[in-house]
């Protein structure tokens, strides 16, 4: 019988496509199945990752030795979040991806306002010129100083309008205050205005570590999700989402737990009402928000995706991979597995969905010039 012990001792992973296995079967490797350029019925689809990630040494530089605790957490793939143009691009070939969305985890939140600004300002203008470098392959998300929301407010609009960038990357709250929270109103009403996402990346949940400690890195596997999921439900159940009915939000990893049990929502505050601010009149049920809201692929398996797809509607689907973390190194192999799934509702999700919603014009990239 072949075990996955003695797979891997006749050097069957070497075998088996470029797959290799690391301690608890986690793939490390994956040699993807689909292809560069990548085509859904026939038709030529430019495939956007908007789930990458990058960091600058300039910017932890400003922390001194703090630096690489920061930008370089003990998991796999770290230290290829300084990117090598080549390298990046020779990875983003074998995945079949076309074009990432580029964005810097927050760990300013804690600094000070000038520190945090000075942090902020080197990311955005090396994002800008990283991205300005391959514009056919790389856009980027700008980092705000969001514990200082007025500044916020300047870095979004410089961001946009002066440096070329889609929008912004934030986390799930800020020092422990949700983002339904009125100082943040200004931020989000300048996103609003200027038509572009904020892309919410959870940071986990440290009054948690005690709970979430042990095995299976579970401060990430549970915590990462439920941030998310805690951001998402403060934003819709506190009328942040009425409030800014244009605002568009992309949450990672899926949206964490909120979308596989998003009915309950609509009947907490029947059955609880003192559970909830008769001062907050909601425009809609809970469910129906997440129609507003954009989610990545970022969950594994076709059923995750027929799934995802049922509650929120194929549209509010973009793609992520959170490479160079090794999460999902075939993120567009599940898409193309979806049965579910028509072309129409692929191609939107490969891509499509991401082009219109960074207003991505038509470029050249490779293979020939992609239209929308």
């Known amino acids: 019988m072949t075990t996955r012990r ?22 490390r490797s994956v040699q993807a199945r689909q292809t560069l350029p990548v085509r859904v019925g026939g038709q030529r689809v430019r495939t956007i990752d908007v789930h990458a990630h990058c960091h600058f040494r300039e910017a932890g530089a400003l922390l001194g030795p703090q630096a690489a605790s920061v930008q370089l957490p003990p998991v796999n793939g770290a230290e290829e979040a300084f990117i090598e143009i080549d390298k990046r691009l020779a990875a983003m070939d074998a995945q079949a991806v076309d074009m990432e969305v580029l964005s810097i985890n927050p760990f300013w939140y804690d600094r000070e306002r000038d520190l945090a600004g000075q942090i902020v300002k080197i990311q955005n203008e090396k994002l800008a010129e990283l991205c300005a470098s391959k514009p056919d392959r790389f856009a980027g998300f700008a980092s705000l100083t969001l514990q200082a929301p007025d500044l916020a407010v300047q870095e979004l609009d410089i961001a946009v309008r002066k440096q070329g960038l889609k929008g912004a990357a934030i986390g799930d709250s800020v020092n422990g205050v949700e983002f339904s929270d009125p100082k943040f109103h200004p931020v989000w009403a300048k996103a609003e205005e200027l038509g572009v996402p904020l892309f919410i990346h959870p940071q986990g949940i440290p009054e948690l570590n005690k709970r979430l400690s042990g095995d299976g890195w579970l401060g990430n596997t549970i915590g990462n999700p439920l941030a998310t999921t805690i951001a998402l439900s403060h934003l819709i159940f506190e009328g942040t989402f009425d409030r800014f009915p244009g605002l568009k939000v992309i949450a990672a990893h899926g949206g964490g737990f909120l979308p596989s049990y998003a009915d309950r929502s609509d009947h907490a505050c029947l059955v609880g009402p003192k559970g909830c601010n008769p001062a907050v009149q909601l425009k809609k049920k809970p469910t129906e928000y997440l129609k507003q809201i954009y ?14 797809v049922a509650q929120v509607g194929a549209s509010q689907i973009v793609l992520g991979s959170d490479y160079p973390y090794p999460w999902q190194l075939a993120p567009v192999d599940h898409i193309f597995e979806s049965a579910s799934l028509s072309d129409d509702e692929k191609a939107d999700i490969l891509g499509r969905t991401a082009e219109r919603l960074f207003d991505l014009k038509a470029q050249t990239i490779g293979t020939g010039t992609m239209k929308q």
């Open 6 to 27: 003695n797979f891997l001792k006749t050097g069957g992973a070497a075998v088996a496509g470029g797959v290799v296995f690391c301690s608890y079967g986690l793939l």
């Open 295 to 308: 989610f990545d692929s970022l969950i594994f398996s076709p059923e995750a995706i027929r799934h995802l």
